[in-house]
Nanobody, 130 residues
Framework: VQLQASGGGLVQPGGSLRLSCDTS????????VSWFRQAPGKEREGVSC????????KYAVSTETRFTTSRDDAKKTVYLQMNSLKPEDTAVYYC????????????????????????WGQGTLVTVSS
């Protein structure tokens, strides 16, 4: 199983970025794929979740009105569209895949527990600054 995150970069406040998570080596419908982020000096936090079985989603409160996650099964890619970016969104963003969360669904209260994710991408840096 491999996940490859890309699409990070430098963007001004109010701008947009789309992150991509290319996946391989697993059957999508059994997994949930989530985006996490980690800012300097802070703990890793869940940002968004999408299940393979029905495409249901979940977002962190801080991002639910600005970020959208989606998946393209043909390309085996999960996306995170980030709009109205703020300086506090600056972080390394990681995509991760989990069977337990895929089975339970993103609506599970445990869907943003990093320890439940078996596979992780390498991270892509998003910097929001003027």
């Amino acid at each position: 199983v491999q996940l490859q995150a890309s699409g990070g970069g430098l963007v001004q406040p109010g701008g947009s970025l789309r992150l991509s998570c290319d996946t391989s080596g697993f059957t999508p419908e059994y997994y949930a794929v989530s985006w996490f982020r980690q800012a300097p000096g802070k703990e890793r936090e869940g940002v968004s979740c999408i299940t393979g079985k029905d495409g249901s989603t979940k977002y962190a409160v801080s991002t639910e009105t600005r970020f959208t996650t989606s998946r393209d099964d043909a390309k085996k890619t999960v996306y995170l569209q980030m709009n109205s970016l703020k300086p506090e969104d600056t972080a390394v963003y990681y995509c991760a895949a989990s069977i337990p969360v895929g089975v339970a669904g993103c609506s599970s209260p445990n869907s943003f527990i990093a320890a439940l994710y078996e596979y992780w991408g390498q991270g892509t840096l998003v910097t929001v600054s003027s």
